[in-house]
């Protein structure tokens, strides 16, 4: 796909917010098309970060704590995600949901992965549409969601290069966002069991990711 942000210089200002926000919307499309149960593009300011909740990750410490360079302490943390708020106005959040049973068994492994490559792929595709700063976040360790049988992650033992570079994201909590407030933001339930048009005879979860664009 071609850039679509060559020759905008030659659009006018309305022109030029019409094509973004044509470009954001195939963006929240494709993350549904792509197996996202939800996808909102919102404005990045209105993403909560808090210092605290990144904090949590060292204390009470994490299991994955320090195993893989998409966590605490090897990301710049919530003083880096405000950095990039600054830098890029939007950002597309996407949310998964399933049956909470899921999130207690092993498939849990595979549902992290997968969020990991929706929103690594819906970054590429922004990135291939002209937003080439858009960087993607999930959650969890991708030590834990990647390379589980490996002992070592060789980016962080000076060994080798990620074995995983297309799909591993750095999560959301090393970066303090709040990830509860922000499904609030999208309008969407934190106890999806709730929601119209859901399963009412089985207990619903929910998992998210978010690709800041531009």
Known sequence: MKSVRKGWLALSPKDD?????IHLERLADLAISMGASDA???TSSDILVKD????????PRCKNYGLA?????????????RDL?????????????VPSAMLLSSVSTELGRFVCELVASIEQDAIRMGFTHSRAFAGGSCKELFCQDHSQCP???GTGECRYPQYAR????????????????CGWS???????GLWKDESMAWVAGLVMIG
Request: proline share 9%; charged share 25%; glycine share 6%.
């Open 190 to 196: 934190t106890n999806p069991s709730k929601e119209e």
């Open 40 to 42: 909102k593009i919102i």
């Open 85 to 97: 708020q600054r830098k890029l106005e939007q950002a597309l959040v996407v949310r998964v949901v």
């Open 155 to 157: 980016n962080l033992s």
């Open 69 to 81: 360079p998409s966590c605490p302490p090897h990301v710049s943390g919530p003083a880096g995600f």
């Open 170 to 185: 750095p999560s959301m909590s090393g970066y303090g966002i709040d990830v509860f407030a922000l499904m609030k933001t």
């Open 52 to 59: 605290e909740l990144a904090k949590r990750c060292a204390q």
């Open 17 to 21: 917010n019409d094509q973004r926000r």
